[in-house]
């Protein structure tokens, strides 16, 4: 695909718009809505699917329980601590440098939300650019990027196309004529008419929208600029060539799940449709509660001793008309209640999380109905909980740290290109960095750390099973390497001790010691007889 030829960036945007392509955003989008705590609608047409409209007006709509959200941030731990980032072939001012551009970057939270966005949407490109002085990094959702995808390997993208216009300002010029996109889908028009006045308009608005509104940013290795829906190239400065061209490199990373042959990775979605069903459910559940809660009240009379007002408690009054019985004459009044296994739907549901939760490799303190939480019982606990998070998604690690590496390359292109430029500021300016510098990173690992309880305990257990004496005692409690401190703080500790022990005086030949003389002196006359 040659970008300089209109008509193939008409052939691209008719790609874009595909309707495989809009079925691929329109999932990324409600898992990103669902994500972000944007439930109501979904789950509201989910019960739309299983029940009529009025019943769903009237039920409870239960949407704030985020189970997604809470499974993302237990599963996302790569950067939720510190990371650690050496560079090879750099002084130490550049180093400092270097760490100041990531720093200022942002690296680690947008990475971290790199992290979240690949555990729900099973993928995450991000880019980094120039702007106000400095490298920021920005990252896409899959419903805000699309590839120009290399047709020889279509797991390889050639280029990117990021959609940067805002649909709000069109569609509030009439939003009643257009389609347009909705929360919970593609939404067209109820009825169109087929007049050629009509027609026209929608043409001219289609044109419109296509030529003023639509904005789309391209980039490849060789080429950069910005284009209208017609595949027309609106840059003011009429320069359409990379700024990274001379270093044949794109400013964009990606972290993905396994591909099937396509570039972009066809997500589970479990995650999402799981949260909505989960909460319609609790829906269901809060409808139930809200019907069990009144009795029913029924009325059996003659049609013509039936009052005019006949609506009582949450609901309407139920009539048995007994014309023609027996009784026909007699009112009569009653509260029927249904029989509801509350407990039963209650457990059924909370099995249900907990299947999932459980699917998802997680512990039952990730989300649970009872409140319960699942803490540590000591360090060591804590420590080998923390190894069994690392093992359960050391491929992830993995895929970072690759991503890492592919972000300190553009980095260090971007340096290149901007040195002397006014488009960064010096701070940020590192010259004549190695072609051969790498960047090595420690992701964060969990350290046995023991209680004060635990230390003692275990210093107690030596010293009573004879393999450790008080200087030992000392040299642990404290952490000290240096036997003579140690000793030197042990007769301390024995010098302050004494006191409390007590110093033997010994008394004067005068100084009645307490003793009973007068059977002292009883016992030696009777030694002497």
Known sequence: MDLSNQMDRVRLLSNIRSENNKARKQVSFKSF???S????????DDLLGQYNRNSVKEMPLVSSINVQKRVVDAKSTIYKQKVTRTFTELSDEQHDQMRLIYRDMCADAKLNQANKGYNYQDQTIGMIVPKNGKLIMRVFKMHQIDAIVDPEDPESSLGFIISTFDRTNYEEIDSNKRDHDTATGYSGRSSQSTATQDQDLDIAEKYQYQKYVERYL?????YNFFMNGLGEIIDEDGEVSSPLASEGIMPFFEVSKEKDFEYFVR???NLTDFTIQFNSQLSDQANVIKMSAYSVAVLKAPSELQPEIQEIGANVLLKLPTDGEKENGTVDFDFKAPATNMSGIAEAINDLLNYFITSEGLSGDTLNSSGDSDKPTSGIDRFIRGIQKIEAHRDDYEKFRKAEEDIYRIVK???????GSDKLDRKYQISAISDNSEIRVEFHKPELIQTESEKLTNIQTKMDMGIASRLDAIMLDREIDDKDEAKKLLKEIDEMEMPQLGTFTPPSENEDMGLDTDNMKDDEDEDEE
């Open 37 to 44: 705590g944007r439930i109501h609608p979904f789950v509201k």
């Open 413 to 419: 292109a971007w340096l290149r290109v901007l040195q």
């Open 218 to 222: 391209v980039w490849s290795p060789e």
């Open 33 to 35: 809505e669902v994500q």
């Open 267 to 269: 997500p589970s979605n």
